[in-house]
């Protein structure tokens, strides 16, 4: 079965600090696989994609994501944090059966001044 | 482009009461997926549509039906509410080519 694991609940970072927001994947075949960030009271915006090629995902905002197939690893990265990045983040996997998206329970950013 | 839209924003159901969301969208995409969102759980999928006139059930259908009679609307339905279908309710859409899907604003259901 598919499935995807976001491990924290939080991430706190400083300003200006690197920020890492974690996912690991359990899927069969090439795994497509993307992030997602949800504001407060509203929908989820799509920020990046892996389908193939690059390792290194670039993607909005100042956001990549590293795709790790040997540790199963799709991170969330940003070299310089911003207090506007505070929010809930997705990674979620695709289903091959109508494109339907797996979705990691989600980690909440906290980005303190 | 209004994108992904959702009717109503919000709603306090009595348990046993029946209620229809509405889902639209201005994309011509081909599928159209309704998902409940739960503290601590992510966004779990309740039924999907891969095309007009098509539903599929989807990890937690029980409660809910779902009809998509035009391409651009997607219709998720509660015939007879109960508190456990306290949630945040978001519709998405995504053509065939691109796999990203577009999110809703969500409608936030209180089942009381």
């Known amino acids: 079965a598919q499935s995807v694991a976001q491990p924290e609940d939080q991430v706190n970072v400083a300003e200006g600090n690197p920020l890492t927001v974690k996912c690991t994947y359990s899927?069969?075949?090439?795994?497509?696989l993307f992030w997602y960030v949800q504001y407060p009271n509203r929908g989820l915006q799509f920020l990046l994609k892996y389908i193939t090629g690059d390792n290194l995902v670039k993607g909005s905002y100042g956001f990549e994501a590293e795709f790790n197939k040997s540790q199963t690893s799709f991170h969330l990265k940003k070299p310089s944090a911003l207090v506007s990045d505070s929010a809930l983040y997705f990674c979620?996997?695709?289903?091959?059966?109508?494109?339907?998206?797996?979705f990691g329970k989600g980690t909440s950013l906290l980005v303190t001044p | 482009n209004a994108g992904v839209t959702q009717t109503p924003k919000f709603r306090v159901l009595k348990t046993g009461q029946s209620m229809t969301l509405l889902c639209a969208q201005d994309?011509?995409?081909?599928?159209m997926y309704w998902y409940r969102q739960d503290p601590g759980m992510g966004l779990r999928l309740i039924h999907y549509s891969v095309g007009e006139g098509t539903t599929a059930k989807g990890e937690v259908p029980d409660g809910y039906n779902v009809s998509r009679l035009k391409k651009q609307n997607f219709l998720l339905g509660l015939e007879s509410a109960a508190p456990s279908q306290t949630s945040v309710y978001f519709c998405?859409?995504?053509?065939?080519?691109?796999?990203?899907?577009?999110f809703g604003p969500g409608t936030r259901l209180t089942v009381t």
């Open positions: 899927v069969s075949g090439n795994p497509y």
């Open positions: 979620a996997a695709l289903r091959y059966s109508g494109y339907a998206l797996n």
């Open positions: 994309m011509n995409h081909e599928y």
């Open positions: 998405a859409s995504t053509g065939t080519n691109s796999k990203e899907q577009y």
